[in-house]
């Protein structure tokens, strides 16, 4: 069985450009994660999708970071405009339903923001 | 505040000897505990959970000890191999219909061979 993939596998962006993230869960799982792991620390959710819904975007900067899942499968997480503050891992994960404790995670995409 | 405490950043053992991961937490809460290991550049990998109701689950070499009363779990590896040498993220996460993890900073466990 497939993990979750994640692309592209590292960014370098200078500031305020903007950047884009891909993740693709594993088939089957209705319910995805965004995360942001900063260096040192351990993951931090950003954003729970249950299907298409996101229901839990509180952690979300919605000034400058969007998120989108559409048909429920796959996702996407934007930054515009980027910042040096950016520079971090951004962590994909899926579970099967709202309820499974267990969540997979991607490889992540390692930004770093000149 | 931070809600899950690993304070140990790093631990070296032995092969062959036990590892022990600790990890405490302040929310009485948290329905679930999880730990996950990282290799560098790839992502966290579940290793095993253990609910609040319960104080012990083994899954080979892993078992997980949970002591609610202190609000602290614990991670032994035994006996622990050098491909076990990874970053050990202690988790947990929120009741109801929450289903948010929290994760802490993580111990970097080293074992020598």
């Known amino acids: 069985e497939a993990g979750v993939v994640q692309s592209p596998r590292y960014k370098i962006i200078e500031k305020k450009q903007p950047v884009a993230f891909w993740c693709n869960p594993i088939?089957?799982?209705?319910?995805l994660y965004w995360y942001l792991q900063n260096l040192g620390q351990g993951p931090e959710l950003l954003i729970r999708?249950?299907?298409?819904?996101?229901?839990?975007d509180s952690q979300l900067p919605k000034d400058r970071f969007s998120a989108e899942r559409l048909k429920g499968v796959d996702s996407t997480l934007k930054i515009q405009p980027a910042e040096l503050g950016d520079s971090a891992v951004y962590l994909c994960?899926?579970?099967?339903?709202?309820?499974?404790?267990?969540?997979?995670f991607g490889p992540g995409t390692r930004l770093l923001v000149l | 505040d931070q809600q899950v405490k690993q304070n140990s950043p790093s631990l070296s053992v032995q092969e062959g000897r036990i590892s022990i991961l600790n990890c405490d937490y302040t929310?009485?809460?948290?329905?679930?505990f999880l730990w996950y290991k990282k290799y560098p550049a790839e992502g966290p990998t579940f290793l095993i959970s253990?609910?609040?109701?319960?104080d012990k689950n083994e899954d080979g070499r892993f078992t997980v000890f949970l002591n609610k009363s202190a609000k602290h779990l614990s991670l032994h590896i035994v006996p622990s191999q050098p491909g076990d040498s990874a970053v050990y993220f202690c988790?947990?996460?929120?009741?109801?219909?929450?289903?948010?993890?929290?994760f802490g900073k993580g111990t970097l466990l080293t074992v020598n061979p």
């Open positions: 999708y249950e299907n298409e819904e996101a229901v839990d």
């Open positions: 988790a947990a996460r929120s009741g109801g219909s929450n289903y948010k993890l929290t």
């Open positions: 253990i609910s609040s109701i319960k």
């Open positions: 088939s089957g799982h209705n319910t």
């Open positions: 994960a899926s579970s099967l339903r709202a309820g499974e404790e267990t969540q997979y």
């Open positions: 929310n009485s809460m948290f329905d679930y």
